[in-house]
């Protein structure tokens, strides 16, 4: 007896002690995970102060918002997978706004309808910018069926969870290009959506899922049907960091850019044959700046039970050649431009007319220039030329 009793102690006393250990380490570990949340401040609604999920938020636009929602002094939790967004802008935010109950990073994804359902269970939010989306209309050419994933059943996981959790508030992230191509110019809101590629259709697909729910449930909702966005930050703490493998679908902006560092050779436009006045396409550029004022101008005027869209835009066209010559002038560099064939789902012509917004929610453009707004994102790219990755300094 004593002998099997000295025995079986320091076995059971080891157990025991493992135990603590393991879950000491579990404690530890969860504690460390990205969507642990030990401050109790994001599952509480708080009088006075409203906590807005923005989906998306380590991405160029997402991050630009996050950072504008901070500084207005909104509670933000940013929902992203990473799978295009940069952790680097989330540590940007975390720095700048490191107070208990101002910003928490989830890492998930929108895909997972348990996650997703999980996030808005132990999180009280008051409304939802949902910017997280696949979005390059290029790659929805190639690969429609990731596109109808990510942008339209990925809107209807948020729209379950939100009406599962009574979050009434949506600010949806939509495009022109659910407009397809127009016979008039500009487009307004009531300018029939045709889309023509699989982008456009999923965002499409997913306003309409949106329009319906919203019928019979007392939401407020705000869809933002934005047009090209560019610029970045004015005070260059964030920027444009699309993946390099991501370049050859890439925004014109990133591609001059490129062009200007020597990452590529130069420039290829595709298409200079178009019924425009110089041959090239014509866009409706806003800065990222003006864009993210639009969306905080939304969440103040959304109100239950009422819809509305909105274009963003200048309202002013420019053409690929004009683009060119601006970002050649701010960035300095000499850009080599090739004219090839046109590309396939490309517009000839796309402007907004802006009037219902800037009457209804008192919002107009007042930053974008496009010279001024390629300038303050050359000087992103420039100190950042491997995006959020290890800082560098341009030589030339
Ligand atoms: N950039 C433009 O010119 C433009 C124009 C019109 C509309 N939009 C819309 O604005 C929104 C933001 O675009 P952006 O240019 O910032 O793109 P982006 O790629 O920089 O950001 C999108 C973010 O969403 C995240 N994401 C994608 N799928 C996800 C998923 N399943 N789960 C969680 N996170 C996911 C990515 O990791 C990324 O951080 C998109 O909805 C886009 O369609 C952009």
């Known amino acids: 007896m004593d002998y099997s009793d000295s025995r079986h102690k320091p076995h059971f006393l080891g157990k025991v002690l493992m135990a603590a250990i393991l879950t000491a380490l ?9 969507g642990f949340s030990g401050d109790s ?4 609604h708080e009088p006075g102060v409203t906590h807005v999920l923005v989906t998306g938020g380590a991405g160029y636009i997402g991050s630009h918002a996050a950072l504008r929602l901070l500084k207005e002094s909104y509670r ?7 799978s295009r967004g940069n952790i680097g802008a989330i540590k940007v935010l975390q720095e700048l706004f490191p107070e208990p109950g101002r910003l928490q990073f989830i890492y998930a994804d929108l895909g997972d309808a348990k996650a997703v359902n999980q996030i808005f269970a132990q999180n009280a939010f008051d409304a939802v910018m949902h910017f997280a989306a696949v979005a390059y209309v290029g790659e929805s050419t190639l690969e ?9 059943a990925n809107t209807l996981v948020i729209l379950e969870a939100m009406a599962a959790h009574g979050v009434k508030t949506l600010i949806y992230s939509s495009t022109c ?7 008039k110019m500009p487009i307004t809101e009531e300018t029939p959506q045709f889309p023509i590629n699989p982008y456009g259709k999923a965002k499409k697909m997913a306003e309409d899922i949106i329009l319906d729910f919203s019928k019979n449930a007392d939401m407020a909702v705000m869809i933002l049907r934005y047009f090209n966005v560019i610029g970045s930050d004015p005070e260059g703490r964030l920027g444009e960091a699309p993946r390099p493998e991501l370049r050859e679908h890439g925004r014109i902006s ?9 990452i590529i050779p130069g420039l290829k436009v595709k298409g200079a044959d178009y019924p425009t006045a110089d041959g090239t396409c014509v866009r409706d550029y806003i800065d990222v700046t003006d864009l993210v004022d639009a969306h905080v101008k939304a969440l103040d005027m959304a109100r239950p039970n009422k819809v509305s869209i909105y274009n963003v835009g200048t309202g002013k066209g420019r053409s690929v050649k004009e683009f060119v010559e601006a970002c050649k002038k701010a960035t300095g560099a000499n850009i080599k431009v090739e004219y090839l064939d046109r590309r396939p789902g490309d517009y000839a012509e796309v402007y907004s007319d802006p009037s219902k917004i800037n009457r209804e929610l008192n919002w107009t453009a007042q930053y974008t220039d496009l010279q001024e707004s390629l300038s303050i994102a050359w000087k992103w790219q420039k100190s950042h030329r491997n995006g959020y990755g290890s800082p560098s300094v341009m030589t030339a």
């Open 26 to 34: 579990c404690i530890f570990i969860l504690k460390q995970s990205p």
């Open 41 to 44: 401040m994001f599952s509480r």
């Open 76 to 82: 933000v939790t940013i929902v992203d997978n990473l």
């Open 144 to 152: 429609p069926l990731r596109y109808y994933h990510n942008i339209t």
């Open 177 to 183: 290009a659910t407009y397809g191509e127009p016979e």
């Open 254 to 262: 990133g591609a001059c850019f490129d062009a200007a560092l020597g």
